[in-house]
């Protein structure tokens, strides 16, 4: 693989049931990221890690926690979905040389 | 508290130039980024400018004037490819990413 990647691509989820979002990175960055983002609004930090075995809570955290048990992933889990969860989630993850956040392809989350 | 403002929606010609304005209002600045975001599709990197001044790529070209608090995206001989949205993004003194809602461009022939 080559960049980052998400898993599932999409998900329609129950209500009160608990999911966790994937991500993967190959490029050895130090720093990963979760955003979340809805229509009309800006990209909102979930969580976020610097480097790995830190984390640290974002704009948006309630209902999300995350791990950094390695370099390359980055899980992001949702201990009893609501409604309100229903979004667009991306992972994104940038090298301590530059700032630059690079993306993944995102999982289109729905919470029913 | 902290604020990037870019206007909604725009619309330009195929073969013409469009400016993207954005304004911020942060705690501290490190930097400004601009993203390029097609439908259904993740932000890709376009620009970085943390030095006052106008950084040309190819079609696209990035102002920043810091004093200002205002940056904008200059995307030139416009392409059908280029309808998306642009999202503005500036690092604060956390080296935290702030976000703008995006500005999308809509390309007509």
Same mark, same amino acid.
């Given at each position: 693989?080559?960049?980052?990647?998400?898993?599932?691509?999409?998900?329609?989820?129950?209500?009160?049931?608990?999911?966790?979002?994937?991500?993967?990175?190959?490029?050895?960055?130090?720093?990963?990221?979760?955003?979340?983002?809805?229509?009309?609004?800006?990209?909102?930090?979930?969580?976020?890690?610097?480097?790995?075995?830190?984390?640290?809570?974002?704009?948006?955290?309630?209902?999300?926690?995350?791990?950094?048990?390695?370099?390359?992933?980055?899980?992001?889990?949702?201990?009893?979905?609501?409604?309100?969860?229903?979004?667009?989630?991306?992972?994104?993850?940038?090298?301590?040389?530059?700032?630059?956040?690079?993306?993944?392809?995102?999982?289109?989350?729905?919470?029913? | 508290?902290?604020?990037?403002?870019?206007?909604?929606?725009?619309?330009?010609?195929?073969?013409?130039?469009?400016?993207?304005?954005?304004?911020?209002?942060?705690?501290?600045?490190?930097?400004?980024?601009?993203?390029?975001?097609?439908?259904?599709?993740?932000?890709?990197?376009?620009?970085?400018?943390?030095?006052?001044?106008?950084?040309?790529?190819?079609?696209?070209?990035?102002?920043?004037?810091?004093?200002?608090? &205002?940056?904008?995206?200059?995307?030139?001989?416009?392409?059908?490819?280029?309808?998306?949205?642009?999202?503005?993004?500036?690092?604060?003194?956390? &080296?935290? +990413?702030?976000?703008?809602?995006?500005?999308? +461009?809509?390309?007509?022939?």
């Amino acid at each position: 693989i080559a960049g980052i990647t998400q898993a599932p691509t999409s998900q329609i989820l129950a209500a009160g049931r608990r999911m966790t979002l994937r991500c993967t990175q190959d490029m050895r960055h130090n720093a990963m990221y979760w955003y979340r983002q809805d229509l009309g609004l800006g990209l909102r930090l979930i969580h976020y890690s610097n480097t790995a075995g830190t984390t640290g809570k974002g704009e948006v955290p309630d209902g999300y926690s995350v791990s950094r048990a390695n370099t390359d992933d980055f899980p992001l889990t949702l201990a009893s979905a609501v409604p309100s969860q229903t979004s667009v989630y991306f992972c994104a993850s940038s090298s301590s040389d530059t700032d630059t956040q690079y993306f993944g392809p995102g999982t289109r989350l729905t919470v029913l | 508290g902290q604020n990037i403002d870019q206007p909604t929606e725009m619309t330009a010609t195929e073969g013409a130039i469009v400016q993207i304005n954005c304004t911020y209002q942060t705690s501290g600045f490190n930097g400004l980024f601009w993203y390029q975001q097609h439908a259904g599709e993740a932000p890709t990197f376009l620009s970085y400018n943390v030095l006052d001044g106008l950084e040309e790529k190819g079609r696209f070209s990035s102002f920043l004037s810091r004093s200002k608090g &205002y940056s904008y995206l200059l995307l030139k001989e416009l392409q059908m490819k280029d309808s998306a949205s642009y999202l503005c993004a500036v690092l604060d003194s956390n &080296y935290q +990413l702030i976000w703008g809602a995006g500005t999308k +461009l809509i390309i007509k022939p």
